[in-house]
């Protein structure tokens, strides 16, 4: 009778857990609303907008001053029926988000290298949280590759990736945010490159 009842405890127990296991392990969803790539005589431009939320987390550590770093990647690949797609070209955008209490403001800098405490990167600053995130989701015109990396008769395909790169955090942070689904803001999309003559 004991051994039923432990049992039906160890079941309700169980039963009680489960539900709550998906949203534990569940990242947050990135989506990538617009994915645009062209050809021009500047090079191959990539534009595109993404959209997610921070995690409170996230939102929490900037209120305390520590800076996030957010990273765009965009490959180009060429592709070869007898071996694997041959890469081309491959870029990156940095961009470190900080909120300074003093102040009251919000600010973005950008670099194509990881930026450091001594790197040099264009900023900018902003009123609100709102206003500095819509600039981390928009990127515009960004050139990933020279038209001559192409071959004319040749068919490409980018590769785009984002993430919220969380080994530039403070190593309490870096430690803190192993194996937890808050930190894990990722995304990654691809999408063939028009031929030259737009076919």
């Known amino acids: 009778m004991q051994a039923r009842f432990i049992a039906c405890l160890l079941a ?3 039963a009680w857990l489960v539900p709550c296991a998906p949203a534990a392990a569940q990242s947050n969803q990135v989506d990538v609303t617009q994915l645009r ?4 005589d500047e090079g191959v431009l990539l534009s595109a907008t993404l959209r997610f939320d921070l995690p409170a987390v996230v939102e929490d550590a900037l209120a ?9 990647e965009a490959n180009v690949f060429q592709d070869r029926w007898y071996w694997y797609d041959k890469k081309i070209a491959g870029v990156q955008r940095h961009m470190r988000l900080s909120y300074q209490p003093l102040t009251r403001r919000w ?3 950008v670099s194509a290298a990881a930026l450091g405490p001594s790197g040099v990167a264009l900023g900018q600053s902003f009123e609100t949280r709102e206003e500095a995130l819509a600039a981390v989701q928009r990127i515009s ?5 020279e038209v001559s990396d192409l071959e004319p008769d040749a068919r490409h395909w980018v590769e785009f990736r984002f993430r919220l790169d969380v080994s530039q955090l403070p190593r309490p942070f ?4 192993v ?5 894990n803001i990722s995304a990654s999309r691809a999408q063939r490159l028009a031929p030259a003559d737009g076919r």
């Open 12 to 14: 309700l127990a169980c």
């Open 37 to 40: 790539t062209e050809r021009t």
């Open 64 to 72: 305390k001053g520590i800076p996030m770093f957010f990273v765009a």
């Open 107 to 109: 600010r973005l800098q």
């Open 141 to 145: 015109n960004w050139k990933i590759a």
């Open 174 to 177: 870096q430690i803190g945010a």
């Open 179 to 183: 194996g937890q689904a808050e930190w």
